[in-house]
């Protein structure tokens, strides 16, 4: 798709400094655009980078970088440039089509429902009771199992998993190997071993949230995993049963919850962070990459942690910073000792 | 399904306090049970919250919450109250067929030998030299390798990966995603970069295996790869090549082992935990979440490790709690020094 | 296959002590080996079990177990044993054939370009516009994104997805449930919570990489995530949007990389390594096992580094070790302070 310059301003809302006639054709990062595409910088130390880009159009935060400053550019002023940038992608490259249509070689279950302009590609098998709101595309050899009921709008990629009795909400986005609704890791000792505790409850994923590749949601034993709306989860996340996730928190490739945590709103995991069972990390609270949360241990609303077990991270950045100096410290007592039990001797 | 409540005692061998002929139809938690469901209480500190639900029934360890404390509730008395729960569940609850028949999409090599009563969903690839014993489920787009072995009444969730040449014991379950038998991580540094080092072995997974969600398990590069009976491997967990994993062991999600890794019996590791190349944790060793082990090391029978390295983890309590004291260890010896040395000056 | 000692020795350009008439017909570990079998030792150490096998050939470095010492046993001497018997393996037992002619059950696009001798498995998605090269073999259930390009005599092995627009080079083996084009995890804060970031970019595998099972590569956001040649990624790695990884680097694992992360050149990560967004590690640097590396920071060439945050790994077993002896050392400064302010009070 091609929009001039001023379209694109339109669009966004912003502010058009240059020649709102130029034809922008693609979105690009600064160093492989070329003059009809667009880029955006979000910070004055990346203006030099824009500068020196051949990008046609740039957008930028107010106040910073002039005109004069990027000669032969336009200009687009939006307060966020990174959310107006995503917009634009949005627009100029619209998402390709997953599924359109029902394939012929779907297998659909006479009970399923789906709804007009449901999307379903090869190979997809569809259990009984399944129902798919209008808009959805399930991408080709996806699972959907019996009674599972998916929202509007939502975008199976390839090769996705629905155990029985999963809930999605709207426009949910779930990519290629993700698992969803499978058995939770229960167990009970006995004489001859492991019994399984069955698994029966469910999973209920809310509106907007997005599933990275090959993440995994267990179902709840008895009860429902839950996965708030605007949740966003990258790759190879593990949810363990009867986990809940607040509203519009992120959680980072390879981090896993144990079962029955309960992770609050906006809260930030990094990756490969680990909460063991029945921790509690309350609303917008953050835990660096590689962090772990011990079994039952709280982090408190707003707080910044680090390590495994997780500090408040500055406190963690001290001792981090000590560890490298006992060298020096073992020696320091080790001349004190000398000194004092010398003189004492 | 229904069922009284003394039916239920009969069924798990428990003691009946209380209206035997409540019916049952359903297993909950407290908090979501209703007046015909059944619950269970596993300690004294939970009775009142079974108290507070409105399930009809409760099973209950002997000597905890008698029946004036529950009034309107119907108790059955069990030693192992969660187990006795899991057996009811299990008993009311039968799991739904995850195939039955041979679908008619399956594709199902000449000499692949499938024992009556197999099922086998839509989608399904099985190739040549395949055994399945009587009884076992093929979920939807399930890959059965060449040469393959499963035993009695498995159940294989959709898409499952099995490369050639892998044998499952009776009543293995395996989740959606899993991969078993995929060639182990063995190069050989040449002058051209890294040789392929052949993975020619197999594996060995043993009766009663529960096998999680996109969970990966290694062939052996000459030998096999074994994973022994009554094991259960949580999601998302790495199995390196040649390793050994012994009877009724537990392994949680996200755990990795590498390769020629010997991990005894009735051994536990916590989600994330790490045992590098030719580590060798013994009979009952438990490992805490996010424990890692050296290449080479060995933990002893029976103790509980924690950290990265993993050390015994009173000792490693200890640790992290001297840890967080550091900058007041570094303010003493500094005033030591003053004292001291200014002493001596 | 069966091949004589003599021939083995030629086909490998090894010398040849004793019998050059033995038959061998399987390649196997000293433990597991038959007279028939040939097996590798790589140092001295090991030179008693093999001495102990039932192998009637050894393949063995110079210098290294006379055949006085190995009665009975046919000998190959080579610089590098294991690469010798590698490709011995290689040549005596070929890799089974993952899909040869196209099958009945594949969905080709029209616009889909397959080279002669392309072998492509049952229920197979191959979308518009892909190119396939000549040799290559796609197995079941893989579905292959719009407009990919996949080179000459490449395995893929069942069920592996390529988003669409996906580049692999020649030779490359994509180990089953592997997801590569995913989009990166890009979203941007609004007042109605998070905004994704269109994921536009590509990903650009180079020639002889081998990436394992269930492993994730994300696309780059606007630019492309490469993985050059030669690379060998272990299962369930996590390869975020637009990192880099240089030649003949070797990830194991469950080691992830967050976005635009930049390896180089022979580098190694050893398992659950985590490398926060924008870090940097330089040709041929090492990390062991569950190192991490903080968001930004920068690893220099050649160094081994532990820990999380990682140090020089020589550094980091001193601090590992004192560590140990903080009890003791705060029992030092107990005494010290007794003494010291017991005099001077």
Known sequence: MERTAKELADHIDAQLEGDGKLCISGCASPESAGPHDIIFVDSA???????????????????TGALAELPGKTILRAKDPKLAFARIVAWMIPAQPIA??????????????????????????????VHIAAGTQIGAH???????????????????????????????????????????????PSENGFVKFPQIGTVEVGDDVEIGANTTIDRGALDATRVARGVKLDNLVQIGHNSQVGEHSAISAQAGLAGSTFIGRNVMLGGQVGIAGHG???????LAPQSGVPAGKIIRAGTIMFGSPARPIEKAKVIIALMGRLPDLVEKIRRLEEKVFQNAG
Chains 1, 2, 3 share one sequence.
């Open 100 to 129: 359109q249509g029902i394939h012929k070689t779907a297998i659909v279950a006479t009970s399923a429902k789906l709804a007009e302009g449901v999307g379903v590609g090869p190979y997809v098998v569809i259990e009984e009771g």
């Open 280 to 286: 509690r990390i309350e609303d917008g609270a953050q």
């Open 142 to 188: 996806c699972f959907i199992g019996r009674d599972s009921h998916i929202g509007l709008e939502c975008k199976l990629y390839p090769r996705v998993t629905l155990y029985q009795g999963v809930r999605l909400g709207a426009r949910v986005i779930v990519h290629s190997g993700c698992v969803i609704g499978s058995d939770g890791f229960g167990f009970v």
């Open 45 to 63: 130390k990346h203006l030099e980078a824009a500068a020196r880009s051949k990008a046609g159009c740039v957008v930028l935060p107010p106040g």
